[in-house]
Structure formats: C-alpha cells, structure tokens
T-cell receptor, first 115, second 112 residues
Framework: DAGITQSPRHKVTETGTPVTLRCHQTENHRYMYWYRQDPGHGLRLIHYSYGVKDTDKGEVSDGYSVSRSKTEDFLLTLESATSSQTSVYFC??????????????FGSGTRLTVV | SQELEQSPQSLIVQEGKNLTINCTSSKTLYGLYWYKQKYGEGLIFLMMLQKGGEEKSHEKITAKLDEKKQQSSLHITASQPSHAGIYLCGADIGNYGQNFVFGPGTRLSVLP
C-alpha cells in the first residue's frame, strides 16, 4: 500500500534467537517508524528514523535495535527474541515534513510469534 | 498510550444506522488521524484533521476536530457491513512524530 512493504509477513522463532524485520519504501520519505500492536496496549512506537543513519527511541525500545543505511529500508532487529516480543509489528512512513495534509501510511504488518 | 481515549470501546449497530466514535485528548493535537483496521491487516488511512473546527468527509464517513483541537468525532452515516473493523485515532502531540500516539481503538460490528 502506497509504496511500503514489510517482510516477512509472518514469522515464528525460538526464544533467544535474533530476528530482523524489514520495512521497504519506494517513495523516498524521510521519516520511518516501527510500532508494535498488542491487545490492551494498542499501537506503541518502538523506534523511528528521521533520515539515513538517524534514528531515535520510542516508547518501548528495550530489546530492539534499528538501522537505516538507505533511505528506502528501515530494519528492526530483536537481538535475542523473548516471548514478550510476540506481537504484530507495523512499519509506517510519514509523507512530508511540515504543514499540509502529510499523513502517515502503514505497512500491512508482520506477525511475529516467539516460542 | 492513555494520552488518547476513544469511546465507545466497541459498538454493534444494525445496517443502515448512523454511529459516532469519539477520540479525546488532554493535550492539544497537532494533527489528528483516523485509521481503519480489519483483523490481521494493516491500517488504512481515512483522513487527517489539523485545524480547529475542521471537518472532512469521505464517502459516508465524516470526521470533525473541535475548536480546541482536543477532541475529534468520526461519524458514519447509513452504516454497511463493509464499515466493520477497528477504528483508531492517532495524533501528533509533539514534533517530528516521536510523540505520535494512538487511541486504544473502537471495534465496530455492523449486523446485516
């Protein structure tokens, strides 16, 4: 949707293994975000990026790291997956930087299960 | 996040009925977004409101932002089963998106 894709769409992994989720955009937007969605908590911001190699922490960043070596790709890594990281992960891009009807566009999500 | 509240938490209506979902904040909102989500799918952007008193419509869905920019309502006219899903409001409460938060969502069911 609107040039943003997430991969994989589904993943099952074992506790303690590293996992990397990928978000790819085709529209060259500066701002990209990673959220997780959990029942009772809604959508919460994990990390965000405001440019290549420019990232910052969100509300629930513990246990996660991100990298943005190219404008189009924003990677989310779980260094050592835990069961509490079982969730649906959404990537988002923000169109525009100031004023106007810029909007946020979300990917279709990655359903991650840690067993 | 509790910075945005939505009401009701869930809603069941008969097809053809009108309904309203509310989103409130204790802080001034720099931008208020409405999204729809179907189970297992991503978020679909509905509309964004920025100015106090602003109102936007898309098909049978109308959203308003109050003058103080602390409350928004989403109104669906003549609901259809295709309107069923979870409606989420989201808002910028700071700059550059690091303070973008979501409400808990309102689950809408439309009975045929």
């Amino acid at each position: 949707d609107a040039g943003i894709t997430q991969s994989p769409r589904h993943k099952v992994t074992e506790t303690g293994t590293p996992v990397t989720l990928r978000c790819h955009q085709t529209e060259n937007h500066r701002y990209m975000y990673w959220y997780r969605q959990d029942p009772g908590h809604g959508l919460r911001l994990i990390h965000y990026s405001y440019g290549v190699k420019d990232t910052d922490k969100g509300e629930v960043s513990d246990g996660y790291s991100v990298s943005r070596s190219k404008t189009e790709d924003f990677l989310l890594t779980l260094e050592s997956a835990t069961s509490s990281q079982t969730s649906v992960y959404f990537c988002a891009i923000r169109k525009g930087a100031s004023g106007g009807d810029y909007g946020y566009t979300f990917g279709s999500g990655t359903r991650l299960t840690v067993v | 996040s509790q910075e945005l509240e939505q009401s009701p938490q869930s809603l069941i209506v008969q097809e053809g009925k009108n309904l309203t979902i509310n989103c409130t904040s204790s802080k001034t909102l720099y931008g208020l977004y409405w999204y729809k989500q179907k189970y297992g799918e991503g978020l679909i952007f509905l509309m964004m409101l920025q100015k106090g008193g602003e109102e936007k419509s898309h098909e049978k869905i109308t959203a308003k932002l109050d003058e103080k920019k602390q409350q928004s309502s989403l109104h669906i006219t003549a609901s259809q089963p295709s309107h069923a899903g979870i409606y989420l409001c989201g808002a910028d409460i700071g700059n550059y998106g690091q303070n973008f938060v979501f409400g808990p969502g309102t689950r809408l069911s439309v009975l045929p």
